[in-house]
């Protein structure tokens, strides 16, 4: 339905989606807060009977292979995420024990999808469907672990992932944003929710770190209201200013986590990578806080040049100086 054009098929079913995941948290996270009693029962019914449709649905998307990611087995992308999310979230919803075998289902789902990055918590994308997918992956982990199964709470790329993703924060305000990670510049102060909610499920010292020193403090939302409940830590906290990470095919530095410290990152290429829009072979250089080489980013899809494949590199300009890169044809 996405395309202009496209219809529903004959039996009606199109495949669950993005929507699925986020829509069964909202559902969750609402039924967790409100107090016992707060929904009229008729409500209640209607709401469990959708949930059992989600069920249903998410399952027989498996069982037929009806989307893309299902049949071409591809536990990278955020769209084997997310309904995954709301699989398992709806069966503790419901209760696993009346949906045992399709809540497991979404469990070993769940698992793939950790078990596919890389071994130092580097996500086969970059920072900006890092913070999508791994929210859903977080919202789903700790939802198992609050019902008693820690198999995914527990799973090493979570308790590595944080560090990783620290290591984007680049002096001046910037970001390293390759892998179709949009803008550059101050992008960090976005992602004060996804670092509250590292904090509260990972316990993370590196997220801790960054959101009190870094981002300004805890998102205004629930994670960050349970993020300013736990202790400080210290600077020792800090992640190290050099990282490599080989999966994701990237070197950063910095000297100092002060803003105008000076930084570079290159970013490789790996024989798994997807969906990074020939972004290989970026170099990134930051001296004394200001910009000399920026990957400047991608630009809408709709935009007729919006492969970097078809347009130049256009590098940041500041004071006169910077340079232009044209992708070899």
Same mark, same amino acid.
């Given at each position: ?26 559902? %969750?996270?609402?039924l ?41 087995? &591809?536990?990278v992308? &955020? ?9 398992v ?5 419901? %209760? ?18 950790l ?61 390293? &944003? ?12 976005? *992602? ?26 805890? *998102? *205004? ?14 600077t ?9 990470y ?6 950063n ?14 970013? %490789? ?14 170099? &990134? ?45």
């Open positions: 339905m996405y395309a202009p054009g496209h219809r529903l098929p004959a039996d009606g079913k199109d495949g669950n989606w993005l929507a699925t995941g986020c829509g069964v948290r909202a559902i %969750g996270d609402t967790e807060v409100l107090p016992d009693g707060a929904l009229d029962a008729a409500l209640l019914e209607k709401i469990r009977a959708l949930l059992e449709t989600e069920i249903a649905g998410v399952v027989d998307d498996w069982e037929t292979q009806r989307p893309w990611f299902v049949s071409s087995h &591809n536990p992308t &955020n769209q084997w995420v997310l309904p995954t999310e709301g699989l979230r709806a069966c503790l919803i419901l %209760g696993v024990d009346d949906h045992r075998d399709a809540y497991e289902l979404g469990v070993k789902n769940l698992l793939e999808a078990d596919v990055h890389g071994p130092k918590g580097e996500f086969e994308e970059g920072f900006g469907y890092a913070s999508f997918t791994v929210t859903s992956m977080l919202h789903a982990a700790h939802a198992m672990a609050v019902a008693g199964d820690r198999r995914a709470a527990d799973h090493p790329f979570l308790k590595h992932f944080p560090t990783w993703f620290v290591h984007h924060f680049q002096p001046g305000k910037y970001v390293i &944003n390759c892998f179709d990670a949009g803008a550059s510049y101050d992008a960090a102060a976005g *992602s004060r929710g996804l670092l509250s909610l590292l904090a509260v499920c990972t316990s993370s010292p590196a997220a801790r770190w960054a959101l009190a020193e870094y981002v300004g403090g805890p *998102s *205004s939302d629930l994670p960050g209201l349970a993020a300013r409940a736990l202790p400080a830590v210290g020792e906290a800090a992640p190290p200013l050099f990282a490599h080989e999966r994701a095919a990237r070197v530095w910095r000297s100092s986590w002060a803003e105008d410290a000076t930084g570079v990152w290159v970013r %490789g290429g790996h024989h798994l990578d997807q969906h990074d829009h020939q972004d290989r072979g970026h170099v &990134n250089f930051i001296a004394c806080g200001r910009p000399i080489l920026i990957e400047a980013g991608t630009p809408s899809y709709h935009h007729k040049q919006g492969k970097l494949r078809d347009r130049p590199r256009v590098l940041h300009r500041r004071d006169g100086l910077g340079l232009e890169l044209w992708d070899a044809k």
